[in-house]
């Protein structure tokens, strides 16, 4: 079983930056990230990240937002930069493990507003 915490939600002002923090216990994780889920929309996938470090961005953070991980904290990151009101969103992180098991965080809220 594996317990995702996260932490560095809150509310930014447009061109603001916020850092996500979610740290894992139980497992080995493979890969590692978050997905976010605004309100009336499906949940999407934000950016993801390997135990060997290959990421995965959505097109349309790609350059602002950056993923990261320590292996040896089993913790992964995400720093945001230069958001948008389109980035207000309920952020989970995400795991998987090797055998393919998928957990979820219970999700941080990031809010973009003037």
């Known amino acids: 079983q594996v317990q995702l915490v996260e932490s560095g939600g809150g509310l930014v002002q447009p061109g603001g930056s916020l850092r996500l923090s979610c740290a894992a216990s139980?497992?080995?994780?493979?890969?590692m990230g978050w997905f976010r889920q605004a309100p009336g929309e499906q949940r999407e996938l934000v950016a993801t990240?390997?135990?060997?470090?290959?990421?995965n961005y959505k097109g349309s953070v790609k350059g602002r937002f950056t993923v990261s991980r320590d292996n040896a904290k089993n913790t992964v990151y995400l720093q945001m930069n230069s958001l948008k009101f389109e980035d207000t969103a309920l952020y989970y992180c995400y795991a998987r493990t090797y055998a393919k098991f998928e957990y979820w965080g219970q999700g941080t809220q990031v809010t973009v507003s003037s």
């Open positions: 139980g497992s080995i994780l493979s890969t």
């Open positions: 990240i390997t135990a060997g470090g290959s990421t």
